[in-house]
């Protein structure tokens, strides 16, 4: 059995140790908010944050994650998640919403470390997460609105 | 561990668009039943309708609006939301008719049922494409919503004991005097009331929701944005196996033997068995199901299979086009008068492959229920063709097959798939196992970019000249490309003569006065699958017209907005939204240099797009720094929805303008990912404005019309800023400044 601390609460696995983070979530423990889109690290779909970090879950072993505290957008709380949620929710950034859960965990990471975040500041956080449905203008003006709320 | 959870309450979730709230118009009938077509209005007994139950263009309050005794009212979608936002748009034209609180209103996808909820451009057929989502609806729905409320309305009186006359509907309050209801105290009795036939529809000028700016907010946003609205990779199911599937890496390959020693050892794995499309590994999670395929092997044999490189299939494309083709389009005589005229444009565009690359890989849950039915749970995109699929393969009548629709996690045309591809997958793996466990068939990233379906590969070639006056003369042009209709069950859907409409529309049927016109078309035969994608052929026929129109403007030695404002004296809509891009980009100020302005018009699915792009050329890079586009889609429903649809055409298409194509070699395709096809990324993003023209024609259809206008906007910025003039996509920027 693995031990791992999901959302503030201590949740045994029993899985292959080289399982990704990402479908011991989805699978095991039965929390889909955190999505599949490559595989590969390549897309931000599967973002969760590890001791406070923007990690791709689905390139992180459960093994690695051992011992280590794990957010999910399951257990996204505080003032900043509030205004991120708030702001995308307000401008109606969605559109097919499936990459959002991991736009968001990046908003949330980037204005907990940034609190007046650039148009660059933006860029470099978010490069990693892709929006097939473009939603990408919304996404940045509802990081500056959450940004003005928390100030 | 395992997975334990009903979907039934996960499909609930997200409480703005929840699918299980008990009660209909038919309070009467609170009995929690989801089957809510075929509710009689005159019984509240459920029963089935046949086709023809209602009369062609009757109001179906009953199919369409659920009003419960908690006051809450339900919308049911027959549309497949993928992101357009169609659920809102729906849900606000009932709204509108019903004077409904925005914040009672709900909605949910509805059954797979044709007899009720077909597409009516689609036929018997139920269905979501063509951009024609609001198109087919707004009658029917603005109908639905003034039937229930005329009935709640008639509720009223007869319990008030005053004239209907009397009764008035305020922001989901019945009210005469001093009396008031709201829906919900009225449902019951309303729902019994007989169905009025012609119920009286607002005017324009009393809409409280319809292109009301900031009247109604998107249904799907909270649970969107709190990792809670439901797709189909998020279905659990007691006893559920994750399928993967081991395809043919070529087009047209066939099992020829597996040996699954390996990866049946791989923890996890409970099953391996053969389909018609492959080999599937089932298992207990979807890693292991991954890691057991890894294991497997699987030799193929490629026979019939497409064994080319994209490069020689294109090369063939070349050869067909210096032959006669199809003739799709004929006006006047262009042969005879291009050999006259003095300045014309010789141009040919090549188009790659296209892969949707949607962000939720293709999938979807299957099981057979303890009475032998049939339960299914997808982005359901074409419901009658996946219903009367897994009927057809597990061998039950379609009635006895249950769709649940879901979010979908992006399609631009994916899942409108007239073979139900991976849904017949799905039901072939369930039929292998003698459905002895749910399945959920998951395709990963690599299955669903090298799966085909692809936007075709296409080739044109144009001559276009102009007249001493500087107008164009004659414009003969020819595209080969495989088609998308001929060979599918959707064939018959075809035009005469072998020519599909979707290889040539934009072409054949130009809005521009052209007096002598030779469009023909070659269909190309390679063992590609080819899909429609995001605005269809106008993916590659607004590129090759908007680009050579500005050509031919340059050779005139005119501005390009005014060159083809000259040609759209038949085409007022082109015209309108031409001018508004142009006049809100500032078109004809001056650029600082290496900046350009380049600018496109063009009609898809009856809507009409302007586009206006300005991009910064350094070296061998292309920075679009602005977007003004132009909207004229009827009716604007929901503006800030429409606003969203053409951002979004911006960030889709813009990727397949400066780099994404799919390529085979020896039959393999070479992009498996998103590091090889990738899309558009956050710093990329051009600030974008969208105009929305004021109309009282019939709303037309948003989610496609913005992408055509992308590439050749930009495009011939490019040459405003460089004088160099590219053509095919992706744009080859290399070599751009000389350097």
């Given at each position: 059995m693995i031990s791992l601390d999901v959302n503030g609460k201590s949740v045994q696995i029993d899985a292959d140790p080289e399982m990704p983070l990402l479908w011991a979530l989805r699978d095991l423990l039965n929390m889909t908010g955190t999505k599949f889109g490559c595989g590969m690290a390549l897309c931000g779909a599967c973002t969760v944050?590890?001791?406070?970090?923007?990690?791709?879950?689905?390139?992180?072993?459960?093994?690695?994650?051992?011992?280590?505290?794990?957010?999910?957008?399951?257990?996204?709380?505080?003032?900043?998640?509030?205004?991120?949620?708030?702001?995308?929710?307000?401008?109606?950034?969605?559109?097919?919403?499936?990459?959002?859960?991991?736009?968001?965990?990046?908003?949330?990471?980037?204005?907990?470390?940034?609190?007046?975040?650039?148009?660059?500041?933006?860029?470099?956080?978010?490069?990693?997460?892709?929006?097939?449905?473009?939603?990408?203008?919304?996404?940045?003006?509802?990081?500056?609105?959450?940004?003005k709320q928390l100030a | 561990m395992t997975r334990s959870t009903d979907t039934r309450a996960s499909t609930s979730a997200a409480s703005e668009f929840d699918a299980t709230r008990r009660a209909f118009l038919a309070g009467a009938v609170a009995t929690g039943t989801l089957v809510v077509a075929g509710l009689s209005a005159s019984t509240g007994d459920a029963m089935a309708i046949g086709p023809g139950a209602f009369p062609a263009g009757a109001a179906q309050p009953h199919a369409f609006v659920r009003i419960g005794t908690d006051n809450v009212v339900t919308v049911l979608i027959k549309h497949l939301d993928k992101g357009q936002g169609v659920t809102t748009g729906l849900t606000a034209i009932v709204a509108d008719e019903l004077d409904a609180d925005w914040g009672q209103m709900r909605a949910a996808f509805a059954p797979a049922d044709h007899r009720l909820y077909a597409n009516a451009a689609f036929g018997p057929m139920q269905?979501?494409?063509?951009?024609?989502?609001?198109?087919?609806?707004?009658?029917?729905?603005?109908?639905?919503?003034a039937a229930a409320k005329q009935m709640l309305m008639e509720a009223a009186a007869e319990?008030?004991?005053?004239?209907?006359?009397?009764?008035?509907?305020?922001?989901?309050?019945?009210?005469s005097g001093d009396k008031r209801a709201t829906f919900g105290e009225l449902a019951a009795s309303a729902a019994i009331r007989p169905v009025p036939a012609n119920p009286k529809l607002k005017d324009a000028k009393d809409y409280i929701y319809i292109g009301r700016e900031g009247a109604v907010t998107r249904l799907d946003s909270r649970a969107k944005s709190t990792g809670t609205a439901t797709y189909g990779l998020d279905i659990r199911r007691p006893g559920m196996l994750t399928a993967v599937v081991a395809h043919s890496p070529k087009f047209g390959g066939r099992v020829k033997s597996f040996d699954a020693t390996e990866a049946k050892k791989v923890r996890d794995v409970v099953d391996i068995v053969r389909i018609p499309t492959g080999v599937a590994v089932l298992a207990k999670n979807t890693w292991?199901?991954?890691?057991?395929?890894?294991?497997?092997?699987?030799?193929?044999?490629?026979?019939?299979?497409?064994?080319?490189?994209?490069?020689?299939?294109?090369?063939e494309f070349k050869r067909q086009a210096t032959r006669p083709g199809l003739q799709a389009a004929s006006k006047g005589d262009a042969?005879?008068?291009?050999?006259?005229?003095?300045?014309?444009?010789?141009?040919?565009?090549?188009?790659?492959?296209?892969?949707?690359?949607?962000?939720?890989?293709?999938?979807?849950?299957?099981?057979?229920?303890?009475?032998?039915?049939?339960?299914?749970?997808?982005?359901?995109?074409?419901?009658?063709?996946?219903?009367?699929?897994?009927?057809?393969?597990?061998?039950?009548?379609?009635?006895?097959?249950?769709?649940?629709?879901?979010?979908?996690?992006?399609?631009?045309?994916?899942?409108?798939?007239?073979?139900?591809?991976?849904?017949?997958?799905?039901?072939?793996?369930?039929?292998?196992?003698?459905?002895?466990?749910?399945?959920?068939?998951?395709?990963?990233?690599?299955?669903?970019?090298?799966?085909g379906m692809y936007r075709p590969m296409v080739y044109h070639r144009v001559t276009a000249g102009l007249d001493p006056s500087g107008k164009i003369a004659a414009w003969q042009h020819r595209v080969v490309g495989k088609s998308i209709f001929i060979g599918s069950p959707m064939e018959t859907m075809l035009a005469l003569n072998g020519i599909d409409p979707t290889s040539v529309e934009g072409v054949s049927d130009t809005a521009y006065s052209i007096p002598n016109l030779d469009v023909q078309l070659h269909n190309g035969r390679e063992g590609v699958s080819v899909l429609w994608w995001r605005s269809v052929g106008h993916t590659h026929t607004a590129q090759v017209m908007e680009c050579v129109v500005d050509e031919l403007a340059a050779a005139a030695g005119k501005d390009p907005v005014a060159f083809r404002l000259e040609?759209?004296?038949?085409?007022?809509?082109?015209?309108?939204?031409?001018?508004l891009a142009a006049e809100k980009a500032g078109w004809g100020t001056p650029l600082p240099a290496g900046r350009g302005r380049g600018v496109a018009v063009h009609e898809s699915f009856n809507t009409f797009v302007a586009m206006v792009a300005e991009v910064t050329v350094s070296a061998d890079k292309v920075k679009i720094d602005r977007i003004v586009a132009a909207v004229d889609c009827g009716v604007a429903i929901t503006p800030d929805v429409i606003r969203a649809q053409v951002e979004g055409a911006v960030g889709f298409a813009l990727s397949s303008v400066l780099r994404n194509s799919i390529t085979l070699r020896d039959g393999e395709v070479q992009e498996t990912n998103f590091d090889s096809f990738e899309p558009t990324r956050m710093p990329e993003m051009?600030?974008?404005?969208?105009?929305?023209?004021?109309?009282?024609?019939?709303?037309?259809?948003?989610?496609?019309?913005?992408?055509?206008?992308?590439?050749?906007?930009?495009?011939?910025?490019?040459?405003?800023a460089t004088g160099k003039r590219l053509r095919s996509l992706p744009l080859n920027l290399k070599g751009l400044t000389g350097a």
């Open positions: 944050h590890i001791d406070g970090q923007p990690t791709r879950a689905c390139q992180t072993p459960v093994s690695t994650a051992v011992d280590r505290k794990i957010t999910t957008i399951e257990g996204l709380t505080g003032p900043v998640a509030a205004a991120v949620q708030g702001a995308w929710q307000k401008l109606d950034v969605v559109q097919c919403g499936y990459c959002q859960s991991g736009q968001i965990m990046s908003a949330v990471a980037l204005l907990t470390e940034n609190k007046k975040p650039t148009d660059s500041d933006i860029d470099a956080a978010m490069e990693g997460n892709i929006c097939r449905c473009g939603t990408y203008q919304r996404i940045r003006a509802a990081i500056h609105d959450a940004a | 269905g979501t494409g063509g951009s024609n989502a609001t198109a087919n609806s707004w009658d029917q729905l603005r109908k639905a919503g319990r008030w004991n005053v004239r209907l006359g009397d009764v008035r509907v305020e922001r989901g309050v019945v009210i292991a199901a991954m890691k057991g395929r890894e294991a497997l092997k699987v030799t193929w044999d490629f026979a019939v299979a497409e064994t080319r490189s994209s490069d020689a299939i294109m090369a042969t005879s008068v291009l050999r006259g005229v003095v300045k014309k444009v010789e141009a040919e565009f090549e188009f790659p492959y296209l892969a949707h690359a949607a962000m939720e890989p293709l999938n979807g849950v299957i099981e057979r229920r303890s009475d032998g039915s049939m339960e299914a749970w997808a982005g359901f995109q074409f419901q009658t063709i996946e219903q009367a699929t897994i009927a057809a393969i597990c061998g039950v009548p379609a009635e006895r097959v249950t769709l649940n629709t879901l979010f979908a996690g992006g399609s631009f045309g994916r899942r409108a798939t007239p073979t139900a591809d991976y849904v017949a997958e799905m039901a072939h793996i369930v039929k292998a196992i003698d459905f002895k466990a749910p399945v959920h068939l998951v395709w990963t990233r690599e299955d669903d970019m090298t799966g040609h759209l004296t038949g085409a007022p809509r082109e015209a309108a939204v031409l001018k051009p600030k974008v404005e969208v105009h929305i023209i004021p109309s009282s024609e019939p709303p037309t259809g948003i989610g496609e019309p913005g992408v055509p206008v992308v590439g050749p906007s930009i495009t011939n910025a490019i040459a405003a």
